[in-house]
C-alpha cells in the first residue's frame, strides 16, 4: 500500500491528471443536475463563452495568466519539497509593492516605471514568502501554518495602508488614486494595434507574455540550472541533499522567495494591467487555485500554462454561463477547483490505482 | 534446565515462510522453546530474527507454517490476538508515548473500562505488586520522554507483563542500555523465567546470549540452522555458526605498496542527534595506498563515524587530519570534504548515495553538481552530464547504456556502480566507502572489489565498512573491529580469522579458546 | 465618561467578545481533536461553512432551530468524512485535502444558496423558532438594575443563545474525555505514536475516523451558530476566515480544551474591541487602527511557532498518515 504507485512517465503527466479533471467534471455535473440544469447545456454555453468570440478568448488568457503566476509560485515550492499556501498574501502583498512604486515615481516614463513596479510586486511578494521560509529553517515554524497565517496579515495591513495611509484623499472606498498613464501594463489589443494588427479588445495584457515568460524561466531553472538541481534533490531527498552539500536551509529560502515573487506577479496582470490602482481583495482567491493548477499541471510549466488556460475557460466561460443560467454562478469553478484539488491531490490514489492496474494488465497480456 | 518432560513448549514454530517482494526474510524456520526458559536467538542483521518475532507478535502474517502455543494451534493476526495469547514483546524502538505518564503507557489498550479512573485504581495497584515480585519499582507518574532508557524499557516490560504476557519477547534489549542497566535487565530475565515466565531473548551480542540464556537458536539468511544448549555451546562455536561458511570470493591483490599516513583519526567522540553516544574515543590512521577494512555489525557506530568523517555529522570531540591537516575546522561541510579529495561511497545509496528519481545522468552528478564540467556558471547543461555519463557507463559497464534512465530503474549492482563510477572518476585522495556490495549481485561484486584494488594500488586510502566478513578478509590490508562504539580489536587479514573477528564484533574482547 | 459609563461600555465589549468567541470555541474543538490524533484540519472553514448553510435550509424549511443544527452537523461531517478518507484510507496529503474541502465548500453553497433561493446566495431571514433565541436567566432585567453586579448577571451570563452554553459544555467534555476516558487516553496517544497505539491491540484507523467525525460534529455547531444565533441565516463566505482563526487559537492553546476557551475568548475579546473602536478618538492616542488589533491573532500566533515567546510544539505524528513498519 505505501510504496509509490508506479506509471509510464506520459501517463503520470496527462492521464492521471485529465483523469482527476473529469472525475471532478463528472461531480460538478452532479451539482449541476441537482439545482436543476442540464450539464451538458451548461457545459456548451461555457465552451462558447469561453472560446466562441475573439473576446472570450482574450478573457480567458486574461484569466488564466493570474493561474499560471499563481500555479507556477506553487510548483517551485512543490519542486523543494515544500507547501507555499500563501500565494493570495504573496499577491496582495505584490499589489502593494506596484502601487507603492506606481503613486510616488509614476511621473517618471513608462520604460522606468513599469519595470520598477513590476520588481516592486516580485519584491514585496517575495519578502512576504522569505518571512515564512525564513521562520522555518532558524525558528523551526512550519511554513505552511505561517503562510496561512500570513495571508491574513497581508490583508490587514494593506487595508490599513488603503484607509489611512495610501488611500486616495476624500474617497470612502479603500483603494488608491489611479495611476498616471505611464504605470499602465498596455492592453494587448493597445501593444498589437501598434503593430498594425487588430484583435478584439479585452483585458488581456501585456502580463500573458510576462507569464509565458516566467514559465520559461522556471522550467529553466528548475531543469537546466544548478540551482534547480540543488533543489529538486531537496524536494526528492533531503539526505542526498545534505551527502551533496546542498544546504536545505538555504533552498527552502531561495525556492521561498522565488515563488513569493511569482505569486507577487500576479498583481502586474491585475493591478498594473488592468485595475490601474491598488484595491481591496484584487486577489480574490486567485493564490489558491493556483494549488490546482500546481497539482494538475504537474508541476510542469508546460502543463500549468495548460491548467491555467482550462482554469481561464472556466471563468470566462462560467460568467457567461452565469448570464444565460443565472442559476449556475461562477461559484460553480470554486467548487469545482476544490474538486480538481481533492482528485488531483489529496485522492490522487484513487485514480492512479485502478489506472496502474490497467496497466498492469496491459503489460501482462502484452509480454 | 531441563525443559520438563512431557510438557508442550511455550512456542513451537514450524515450516514458517515469509517473502517481501523477492525476499525470503523467513524459509522452514522450525522453533521450539521451552516453557519457563530464557531462548536466545542469534544472527547477523538480516538473517530474519526480527520477521519471525514480528510473525510471532501478530504483525505479519507467515506466508507458510504453523505456530503453537502451549500446545494449541493458533492464529495470529494482530497485536491484540497475541496479547490475548499472553505473548508480550519489548521492541528495539520502544512502542511509548513519550509525553504521557508511565501510568497512561502501561494502560494504553488495557484500561479496564470506558472511564480511567476505577482501571487506573486496579492498574497502580498491579504495579505495585509487579514492583514487590521483580523490583521493577517505578514512579507511575513520570513522564515517559524525561525518564532514562533504562527506565523507559522498564515501562516496555511492565506493559507486557500487567497484560498477563506469560512469553515475553525482548529484540534486541541491550542495544541502549549501559553495562549496568543490562545487568540488570539480565537478572530480570533469570528471576522471570524462575517464576514459569518464557523469555525470548533476540540479540547480536553472544557474551549476553552466554550469560543469560538456558537454549540458543541461530538464525543465518533467513534459515533456523541450529538450536543448542548454551551450556553445551561456546561463544566460538555460535560465531561460526551466524558467519556461516561464505563463499570465498577470488581476489587477486599484491601487497600494498604503503605510502605516507593520508588520513588520521585521533580520539573521536561522536552523539547523534539525541545526544546519546554512537563513537566512544576512536583512533586509526590510513596510508595512502591502503585499505583498512572496518568491521562490525551493524549499528556499532561505524555509520556515524562513516558520516562524520564525509562531514555529515559533526563530531562531539577528537580530530580529523587528512595529510596533517585539520579537516574539521578547515573542511567542515561535504562540499568542502569533497574538494579536499575525501570522497565518500554512502552505506545506504537508496537514501543517500543516489535521488531515485533522478535520471542515471542526474545521479551521476550528485556532489558534483556545481562542477562547472557541468555547465557554465549557474546552467546545468544536460548534454554535458548525459555525455559525461554515457562515459562512464561505457567505463564501469552499467545497464542498461541509458543516461536519462530513472535511477531507481536500475538494478542493485548497477546503481551501486553509478556510485563508484561518480566518487572514482573524480580522484578521491581518501575514499570512504560503506556497504558497497550490500544488494549487488555476485557479477557486480567482482567487479567493485577489482575497482577498489586498483584504488588501492594508484595511491588511493581507503576506509572499507562492510558488515560482510568475507569482504572484508578479502579486501583489507589491515582490519579494525568496532563494537559498542569502541574498537575492540585490529588485526590484519594473514592473522585473524572469521571466528577471531566474530568474537571482537560480538564485544568478546579476550582472544577465545 | 463617567466611571459608570466606562464599566457599561466594558461590559458591553466583554458581552460581544462571548457571543463574537462562541463559534471559535466549536471550531478550535473541533481542531483539538482531529489533530490531537493525528490529523492535521485546515478545513474547519469550510466544514463550518456547509453547516452554516445547511443549518440555515434546514432551520428555513422547517422552522426549527434544532432539525437546523441537526441538519448542519450532518453536513460537516458529510465533509468531515471526505478529508478522513482522504487523509486516513488513501494517505493523501492532509494539507491539500484541507484546502480542497474549503473551496469546495464555499463554492457549493454560494452556487446552491443561489440556485434555490434566488438572493444572491443567501438564505432567506430566519426568525422565531427557525433561530437560536437568546436565554434570559430569571430576573435578569431586575438584577440588572443592581450596580456593578447585575450587569455581569445580565449581559455576562444571561442572555446567550443555547449554543453559547453548548460551547461551555463541549469545551468540559472535551476536557473530561480526553483526560479522563480510555477513549481520550487512546486518542491522546495515537497523535503522537500511533504505532505504540497499534501494537497495544488498538484500531488506529477506528481512532482517526472517530476523532474526525467529532471534528465534524463541532465544527456543525460553529456553523449552525453563525447562521442561526448570531446572524439570522446564511450569508456567502460567512466564515471570513473564522476557521483560521481557531486553527490560530489551537496552537496558541497548545492543543488543549481549557486554553482553547481561552484563547477564542482573547480572540473574540479583540475582535469585539476593533468593532467598538472603530473610529474612535481614544483621548490622547487618538484613532487606534483597526486593523492592527485584527492582526493580533495572527500575528502573536506566527510569533509563538517561531519560539520567540514559549513554544508550541504540535503533536508528533499529526499530518503523518499511518503507515505499519516493521
Same mark, same amino acid.
Given at each position: 500500500?505505501?510504496?509509490?504507485?508506479?506509471?509510464?512517465?506520459?501517463?503520470?503527466?496527462?492521464?492521471?491528471?485529465?483523469?482527476?479533471?473529469?472525475?471532478?467534471?463528472?461531480?460538478?455535473?452532479?451539482?449541476?443536475?441537482?439545482?436543476?440544469?442540464?450539464?451538458?447545456?451548461?457545459?456548451?454555453?461555457?465552451?462558447?463563452?469561453?472560446?466562441?468570440?475573439?473576446?472570450?478568448?482574450?478573457?480567458?488568457?486574461?484569466?488564466?495568466?493570474?493561474?499560471?503566476?499563481?500555479?507556477?509560485?506553487?510548483?517551485?515550492?512543490?519542486?523543494?519539497?515544500?507547501?507555499?499556501?500563501?500565494?493570495?498574501?504573496?499577491?496582495?502583498?505584490?499589489?502593494?509593492?506596484?502601487?507603492?512604486?506606481?503613486?510616488?515615481?509614476?511621473?517618471?516614463?513608462?520604460?522606468?516605471?513599469?519595470?520598477?513596479?513590476?520588481?516592486?510586486?516580485?519584491?514585496?511578494?517575495?519578502?512576504?514568502?522569505?518571512?515564512?521560509?525564513?521562520?522555518?529553517?532558524?525558528?523551526?515554524?512550519?511554513?505552511?501554518?505561517?503562510?496561512?497565517?500570513?495571508?491574513?496579515?497581508?490583508?490587514?495591513?494593506?487595508?490599513?495602508?488603503?484607509?489611512?495611509?495610501?488611500?486616495?484623499?476624500?474617497?470612502?472606498?479603500?483603494?488608491?488614486?489611479?495611476?498616471?498613464?505611464?504605470?499602465?501594463?498596455?492592453?494587448?489589443?493597445?501593444?498589437?494595434?501598434?503593430?498594425?494588427?487588430?484583435?478584439?479588445?479585452?483585458?488581456?495584457?501585456?502580463?500573458?507574455?510576462?507569464?509565458?515568460?516566467?514559465?520559461?524561466?522556471?522550467?529553466?531553472?528548475?531543469?537546466?540550472?544548478?540551482?534547480?538541481?540543488?533543489?529538486?534533490?531537496?524536494?526528492?531527498?533531503?539526505?542526498?541533499?545534505?551527502?551533496?552539500?546542498?544546504?536545505?536551509?538555504?533552498?527552502?529560502?531561495?525556492?521561498?522567495?522565488?515563488?513569493?515573487?511569482?505569486?507577487?506577479?500576479?498583481?502586474?496582470?491585475?493591478?498594473?494591467?488592468?485595475?490601474?490602482?491598488?484595491?481591496?481583495?484584487?486577489?480574490?482567491?486567485?493564490?489558491?487555485?493556483?494549488?490546482?493548477?500546481?497539482?494538475?499541471?504537474?508541476?510542469?510549466?508546460?502543463?500549468?500554462?495548460?491548467?491555467?488556460?482550462?482554469?481561464?475557460?472556466?471563468?470566462?466561460?462560467?460568467?457567461?454561463?452565469?448570464?444565460?443560467?443565472?442559476?449556475?454562478?461562477?461559484?460553480?469553478?470554486?467548487?469545482?477547483?476544490?474538486?480538481?484539488?481533492?482528485?488531483?491531490?489529496?485522492?490522487?490514489?484513487?485514480?492512479?490505482?485502478?489506472?496502474?492496474?490497467?496497466?498492469?494488465?496491459?503489460?501482462?497480456?502484452?509480454? | 534446565?531441563?525443559?520438563?518432560?512431557?510438557?508442550?513448549?511455550?512456542?513451537?514454530?514450524?515450516?514458517?515462510?515469509?517473502?517481501?517482494?523477492?525476499?525470503?526474510?523467513?524459509?522452514?524456520?522450525?522453533?521450539?522453546?521451552?516453557?519457563?526458559?530464557?531462548?536466545?536467538?542469534?544472527?547477523?542483521?538480516?538473517?530474519?530474527?526480527?520477521?519471525?518475532?514480528?510473525?510471532?507478535?501478530?504483525?505479519?502474517?507467515?506466508?507458510?507454517?504453523?505456530?503453537?502455543?502451549?500446545?494449541?494451534?493458533?492464529?495470529?493476526?494482530?497485536?491484540?490476538?497475541?496479547?490475548?495469547?499472553?505473548?508480550?514483546?519489548?521492541?528495539?524502538?520502544?512502542?511509548?508515548?513519550?509525553?504521557?505518564?508511565?501510568?497512561?503507557?502501561?494502560?494504553?489498550?488495557?484500561?479496564?473500562?470506558?472511564?480511567?479512573?476505577?482501571?487506573?485504581?486496579?492498574?497502580?495497584?498491579?504495579?505495585?505488586?509487579?514492583?514487590?515480585?521483580?523490583?521493577?519499582?517505578?514512579?507511575?507518574?513520570?513522564?515517559?520522554?524525561?525518564?532514562?532508557?533504562?527506565?523507559?524499557?522498564?515501562?516496555?516490560?511492565?506493559?507486557?507483563?500487567?497484560?498477563?504476557?506469560?512469553?515475553?519477547?525482548?529484540?534486541?534489549?541491550?542495544?541502549?542500555?549501559?553495562?549496568?542497566?543490562?545487568?540488570?535487565?539480565?537478572?530480570?530475565?533469570?528471576?522471570?523465567?524462575?517464576?514459569?515466565?518464557?523469555?525470548?531473548?533476540?540479540?547480536?551480542?553472544?557474551?549476553?546470549?552466554?550469560?543469560?540464556?538456558?537454549?540458543?537458536?541461530?538464525?543465518?539468511?533467513?534459515?533456523?540452522?541450529?538450536?543448542?544448549?548454551?551450556?553445551?555451546?561456546?561463544?566460538?562455536?555460535?560465531?561460526?555458526?551466524?558467519?556461516?561458511?561464505?563463499?570465498?570470493?577470488?581476489?587477486?591483490?599484491?601487497?600494498?605498496?604503503?605510502?605516507?599516513?593520508?588520513?588520521?583519526?585521533?580520539?573521536?567522540?561522536?552523539?547523534?542527534?539525541?545526544?546519546?553516544?554512537?563513537?566512544?574515543?576512536?583512533?586509526?590512521?590510513?596510508?595512502?595506498?591502503?585499505?583498512?577494512?572496518?568491521?562490525?555489525?551493524?549499528?556499532?557506530?561505524?555509520?556515524?563515524?562513516?558520516?562524520?568523517?564525509?562531514?555529515?555529522?559533526?563530531?562531539?570531540?577528537?580530530?580529523?587530519?587528512?595529510?596533517?591537516?585539520?579537516?574539521?575546522?578547515?573542511?567542515?561541510?561535504?562540499?568542502?570534504?569533497?574538494?579536499?579529495?575525501?570522497?565518500?561511497?554512502?552505506?545506504?545509496?537508496?537514501?543517500?548515495?543516489?535521488?531515485?528519481?533522478?535520471?542515471?545522468?542526474?545521479?551521476?552528478?550528485?556532489?558534483?553538481?556545481?562542477?562547472?564540467?557541468?555547465?557554465?556558471?549557474?546552467?546545468?547543461?544536460?548534454?554535458?552530464?548525459?555525455?559525461?555519463?554515457?562515459?562512464?557507463?561505457?567505463?564501469?559497464?552499467?545497464?542498461?547504456?541509458?543516461?536519462?534512465?530513472?535511477?531507481?530503474?536500475?538494478?542493485?549492482?548497477?546503481?551501486?556502480?553509478?556510485?563508484?563510477?561518480?566518487?572514482?572518476?573524480?580522484?578521491?585522495?581518501?575514499?570512504?566507502?560503506?556497504?558497497?556490495?550490500?544488494?549487488?549481485?555476485?557479477?557486480?561484486?567482482?567487479?567493485?572489489?577489482?575497482?577498489?584494488?586498483?584504488?588501492?594500488?594508484?595511491?588511493?586510502?581507503?576506509?572499507?565498512?562492510?558488515?560482510?566478513?568475507?569482504?572484508?578478509?578479502?579486501?583489507?590490508?589491515?582490519?579494525?573491529?568496532?563494537?559498542?562504539?569502541?574498537?575492540?580489536?585490529?588485526?590484519?587479514?594473514?592473522?585473524?580469522?572469521?571466528?577471531?573477528?566474530?568474537?571482537?564484533?560480538?564485544?568478546?574482547?579476550?582472544?577465545?579458546? | 465618561?463617567?466611571?459608570?459609563?466606562?464599566?457599561?461600555?466594558?461590559?458591553?465589549?466583554?458581552?460581544?467578545?462571548?457571543?463574537?468567541?462562541?463559534?471559535?470555541?466549536?471550531?478550535?474543538?473541533?481542531?483539538?481533536?482531529?489533530?490531537?490524533?493525528?490529523?492535521?484540519?485546515?478545513?474547519?472553514?469550510?466544514?463550518?461553512?456547509?453547516?452554516?448553510?445547511?443549518?440555515?435550509?434546514?432551520?428555513?424549511?422547517?422552522?426549527?432551530?434544532?432539525?437546523?443544527?441537526?441538519?448542519?452537523?450532518?453536513?460537516?461531517?458529510?465533509?468531515?468524512?471526505?478529508?478522513?478518507?482522504?487523509?486516513?484510507?488513501?494517505?493523501?496529503?492532509?494539507?491539500?485535502?484541507?484546502?480542497?474541502?474549503?473551496?469546495?465548500?464555499?463554492?457549493?453553497?454560494?452556487?446552491?444558496?443561489?440556485?434555490?433561493?434566488?438572493?444572491?446566495?443567501?438564505?432567506?431571514?430566519?426568525?422565531?423558532?427557525?433561530?437560536?433565541?437568546?436565554?434570559?436567566?430569571?430576573?435578569?432585567?431586575?438584577?440588572?438594575?443592581? %450596580?456593578? /453586579? +447585575?450587569? !455581569?448577571?445580565?449581559?455576562?451570563?444571561?442572555?446567550?443563545?443555547? &449554543?453559547?452554553?453548548?460551547? $461551555?459544555? #463541549?469545551?468540559?467534555?472535551?476536557?473530561?474525555?480526553?483526560?479522563?476516558?480510555?477513549?481520550?487516553?487512546?486518542?491522546?496517544?495515537?497523535?503522537?505514536?500511533?504505532?505504540?497505539?497499534?501494537?497495544?491491540?488498538?484500531?488506529?484507523?477506528?481512532?482517526?475516523?472517530?476523532?474526525?467525525?467529532?471534528?465534524?460534529?463541532?465544527?456543525?455547531?460553529?456553523?449552525?451558530?453563525?447562521?442561526?444565533?448570531?446572524?439570522?441565516?446564511?450569508?456567502?463566505?460567512?466564515?471570513?476566515?473564522?476557521?483560521?482563526?481557531?486553527?490560530?487559537?489551537?496552537?496558541?492553546?497548545?492543543?488543549?480544551?481549557?486554553?482553547?476557551?481561552?484563547?477564542?475568548?482573547?480572540?473574540?475579546?479583540?475582535?469585539?474591541?476593533?468593532?467598538?473602536?472603530?473610529?474612535?478618538?481614544? %483621548?490622547? /492616542? +487618538?484613532? !487606534?487602527?483597526?486593523?492592527?488589533?485584527?492582526?493580533?491573532?495572527? &500575528?502573536?500566533?506566527?510569533? $509563538?511557532? #517561531?519560539?520567540?515567546?514559549?513554544?508550541?510544539?504540535?503533536?508528533?505524528?499529526?499530518?503523518?498518515?499511518?503507515?505499519?513498519?516493521?
Amino acid at each position: 500500500m505505501s510504496t509509490p504507485i508506479e506509471l509510464p512517465k506520459w501517463a503520470d503527466v496527462s492521464l492521471v491528471p485529465i483523469l482527476a479533471v473529469i472525475v471532478a467534471f463528472l461531480v460538478a455535473g452532479l451539482v449541476v443536475l441537482g439545482i436543476g440544469e442540464n450539464p451538458v447545456k451548461a457545459t456548451v454555453l461555457l465552451i462558447q463563452g469561453a472560446l466562441g468570440s475573439g473576446e472570450g478568448i482574450g478573457y480567458t488568457l486574461y484569466y488564466a495568466t493570474n493561474f499560471i503566476f499563481t500555479g507556477l509560485a506553487v510548483a517551485i515550492t512543490f519542486h523543494a519539497g515544500l507547501f507555499n499556501i500563501g500565494g493570495e498574501g504573496q499577491a496582495t502583498m505584490g499589489g502593494l509593492g506596484a502601487a507603492l512604486i506606481c503613486l510616488n515615481l509614476d511621473f517618471l516614463p513608462w520604460y522606468i516605471v513599469l519595470p520598477l513596479a513590476i520588481l516592486g510586486a516580485m519584491a514585496l511578494g517575495a519578502l512576504w514568502a522569505f518571512i515564512p521560509g525564513y521562520l522555518q529553517v532558524k525558528r523551526g515554524s512550519h511554513v505552511v501554518i505561517t503562510t496561512i497565517m500570513f495571508n491574513f496579515l497581508a490583508a490587514t495591513l494593506v487595508v490599513y495602508l488603503l484607509v489611512n495611509v495610501i488611500g486616495k484623499p476624500g474617497s470612502m472606498s479603500p483603494e488608491t488614486r489611479v495611476f498616471a498613464a505611464s504605470a499602465h501594463l498596455p492592453y494587448l489589443h493597445e501593444a498589437l494595434a501598434y503593430f498594425g494588427l487588430k484583435i478584439p479588445k479585452s483585458p488581456l495584457n501585456l502580463s500573458f507574455v510576462l507569464a509565458l515568460l516566467a514559465s520559461a524561466f522556471v522550467w529553466i531553472t528548475v531543469w537546466h540550472t544548478k540551482l534547480g538541481y540543488a533543489i529538486r534533490t531537496v524536494g526528492h531527498s533531503p539526505t542526498a541533499a545534505t551527502y551533496a552539500g546542498i544546504s536545505i536551509g538555504r533552498i527552502t529560502l531561495i525556492s521561498m522567495a522565488m515563488s513569493g515573487a511569482l505569486a507577487g506577479m500576479l498583481a502586474v496582470n491585475e493591478i498594473l494591467g488592468v485595475q490601474t490602482r491598488l484595491l481591496l481583495e484584487f486577489s480574490s482567491g486567485y493564490g489558491f487555485i493556483g494549488i490546482a493548477v500546481a497539482l494538475m499541471g504537474r508541476a510542469h510549466p508546460v502543463g500549468i500554462v495548460l491548467a491555467s488556460i482550462l482554469f481561464g475557460m472556466l471563468y470566462q466561460g462560467g460568467t457567461e454561463l452565469s448570464f444565460e443560467m443565472p442559476r449556475v454562478t461562477r461559484d460553480m469553478i470554486v467548487a469545482i477547483s476544490g474538486l480538481v484539488i481533492l482528485f488531483a491531490g489529496a485522492l490522487d490514489g484513487l485514480i492512479r490505482r485502478p489506472v496502474a492496474g490497467v496497466f498492469a494488465r496491459f503489460l501482462k497480456s502484452g509480454a | 534446565m531441563n525443559p520438563m518432560a512431557g510438557q508442550a513448549p511455550a512456542i513451537a514454530l514450524s515450516g514458517i515462510d515469509k517473502r517481501f517482494g523477492e525476499v525470503r526474510a523467513n524459509s522452514n524456520v522450525n522453533l521450539a522453546v521451552a516453557s519457563g526458559s530464557v531462548h536466545g536467538i542469534v544472527g547477523e542483521n538480516g538473517a530474519g530474527k526480527s520477521t519471525l518475532m514480528s510473525i510471532l507478535y501478530g504483525f505479519y502474517e507467515a506466508d507458510r507454517g504453523t505456530i503453537h502455543i502451549h500446545g494449541n494451534q493458533v492464529r495470529i493476526r494482530s497485536p491484540k490476538e497475541a496479547i490475548a495469547l499472553g505473548i508480550g514483546m519489548v521492541h528495539q524502538h520502544f512502542m511509548l508515548v513519550e509525553p504521557l505518564s508511565v501510568i497512561d503507557n502501561v494502560m494504553l489498550g488495557a484500561e479496564g473500562g470506558p472511564i480511567l479512573a476505577k482501571g487506573e485504581a486496579q492498574m497502580r495497584a498491579a504495579l505495585a505488586q509487579l514492583a514487590e515480585t521483580y523490583g521493577l519499582v517505578i514512579d507511575p507518574d513520570a513522564v515517559v520522554g524525561d525518564l532514562p532508557v533504562g527506565l523507559q524499557q522498564r515501562v516496555e516490560i511492565l506493559k507486557a507483563l500487567v497484560r498477563g504476557a506469560d512469553i515475553l519477547i525482548l529484540d534486541e534489549p541491550t542495544a541502549v542500555l549501559t553495562p549496568d542497566e543490562a545487568e540488570q535487565l539480565f537478572v530480570l530475565l533469570r528471576t522471570l523465567a524462575a517464576q514459569g515466565k518464557t523469555v525470548i531473548l533476540i540479540t547480536h551480542k553472544l557474551n549476553e546470549i552466554m550469560a543469560v540464556t538456558d537454549n540458543v537458536s541461530v538464525m543465518r539468511r533467513g534459515e533456523m540452522v541450529a538450536t543448542l544448549k548454551t551450556a553445551e555451546t561456546s561463544p566460538a562455536q555460535l560465531a561460526d555458526q551466524m558467519v556461516g561458511r561464505h563463499v570465498l570470493l577470488d581476489v587477486s591483490k599484491g601487497p600494498a605498496k604503503l605510502g605516507p599516513v593520508r588520513l588520521s583519526v585521533e580520539h573521536l567522540i561522536i552523539r547523534d542527534a539525541h545526544s546519546s553516544l554512537r563513537v566512544k574515543d576512536v583512533s586509526f590512521e590510513i596510508r595512502a595506498g591502503e585499505i583498512l577494512g572496518l568491521a562490525g555489525v551493524a549499528g556499532n557506530g561505524q555509520s556515524e563515524l562513516l558520516e562524520a568523517l564525509a562531514g555529515i555529522i559533526t563530531p562531539t570531540l577528537g580530530s580529523i587530519t587528512l595529510d596533517g591537516q585539520d579537516l574539521i575546522t578547515l573542511a567542515p561541510t561535504p562540499a568542502e570534504r569533497r574538494e579536499q579529495g575525501v570522497l565518500h561511497i554512502p552505506e545506504d545509496r537508496q537514501r543517500m548515495g543516489l535521488v531515485p528519481a533522478f535520471s542515471a545522468a542526474e545521479s551521476m552528478i550528485l556532489g558534483f553538481q556545481s562542477d562547472n564540467a557541468f555547465g557554465t556558471g549557474p546552467m546545468l547543461s544536460t548534454a554535458a552530464i548525459q555525455t559525461h555519463t554515457a562515459k562512464e557507463m561505457d567505463l564501469y559497464d552499467i545497464r542498461p547504456r541509458d543516461a536519462s534512465l530513472k535511477t531507481a530503474k536500475f538494478s542493485g549492482g548497477n546503481q551501486q556502480k553509478i556510485v563508484l563510477a561518480r566518487e572514482i572518476e573524480h580522484r578521491p585522495k581518501v575514499l570512504l566507502v560503506g556497504q558497497p556490495t550490500r544488494g549487488v549481485d555476485v557479477g557486480a561484486i567482482e567487479f567493485i572489489h577489482k575497482r577498489l584494488i586498483a584504488l588501492r594500488d594508484a595511491g588511493v586510502a581507503i576506509l572499507l565498512v562492510s558488515v560482510e566478513l568475507d569482504e572484508i578478509m578479502s579486501l583489507s590490508d589491515r582490519i579494525i573491529v568496532m563494537c559498542g562504539g569502541v574498537i575492540t580489536g585490529e588485526r590484519t587479514p594473514e592473522t585473524t580469522s572469521d571466528r577471531d573477528l566474530g568474537l571482537l564484533m560480538a564485544g568478546v574482547t579476550e582472544r577465545a579458546a | 465618561m463617567s466611571g459608570m459609563e466606562i464599566y457599561a461600555t466594558l461590559i458591553a465589549i466583554l458581552e460581544s467578545g462571548l457571543r463574537l468567541c462562541v463559534p471559535l470555541v466549536f471550531a478550535c474543538l473541533a481542531g483539538l481533536w482531529s489533530e490531537r490524533s493525528g490529523v492535521v484540519d485546515i478545513g474547519l472553514e469550510g466544514k463550518m461553512l456547509v453547516a452554516a448553510f445547511a443549518s440555515a435550509a434546514a432551520a428555513g424549511a422547517t422552522n426549527s432551530a434544532v432539525i437546523g443544527l441537526g441538519a448542519g452537523i450532518i453536513a460537516s461531517i458529510g465533509f468531515a468524512l471526505i478529508h478522513g478518507f482522504a487523509a486516513i484510507s488513501q494517505r493523501g496529503n492532509q494539507i491539500v485535502s484541507g484546502v480542497a474541502i474549503n473551496m469546495l465548500a464555499a463554492g457549493l453553497t454560494a452556487l446552491v444558496g443561489n440556485a434555490w433561493y434566488n438572493q444572491g446566495g443567501r438564505t432567506p431571514p430566519l426568525e422565531g423558532n427557525a433561530r437560536f433565541q437568546p436565554l434570559t436567566w430569571p430576573g435578569a432585567e431586575t438584577i440588572d438594575q443592581i %450596580p456593578i /453586579i +447585575g450587569p !455581569i448577571y445580565a449581559h455576562l451570563l444571561s442572555g446567550h443563545s443555547a &449554543l453559547a452554553y453548548c460551547a $461551555l459544555v #463541549a469545551t468540559f467534555l472535551s476536557a473530561f474525555i480526553l483526560r479522563r476516558t480510555r477513549f481520550g487516553l487512546r486518542i491522546r496517544a495515537v497523535g503522537e505514536n500511533p504505532a505504540a497505539v497499534d501494537t497495544a491491540g488498538v484500531s488506529v484507523v477506528r481512532l482517526r475516523y472517530s476523532a474526525v467525525i467529532i471534528a465534524g460534529i463541532l465544527c456543525g455547531f460553529a456553523g449552525s451558530y453563525l447562521a442561526l444565533g448570531q446572524a439570522a441565516g446564511f450569508l456567502t463566505n460567512m466564515t471570513a476566515g473564522k476557521g483560521f482563526i481557531a486553527l490560530a487559537a489551537l496552537i496558541f492553546a497548545k492543543w488543549r480544551a481549557w486554553p482553547a476557551l481561552g484563547a477564542c475568548f482573547l480572540f473574540g475579546l479583540l475582535d469585539a474591541v476593533a468593532i467598538r473602536l472603530q473610529g474612535v478618538m481614544v %483621548p490622547g /492616542i +487618538g484613532q !487606534i487602527p483597526v486593523q492592527a488589533i485584527q492582526a493580533l491573532p495572527y &500575528l502573536m500566533t506566527v510569533i $509563538l511557532l #517561531a519560539g520567540f515567546i514559549g513554544k508550541a510544539i504540535p503533536p508528533k505524528a499529526s499530518g503523518l498518515p499511518y503507515v505499519k513498519e516493521r
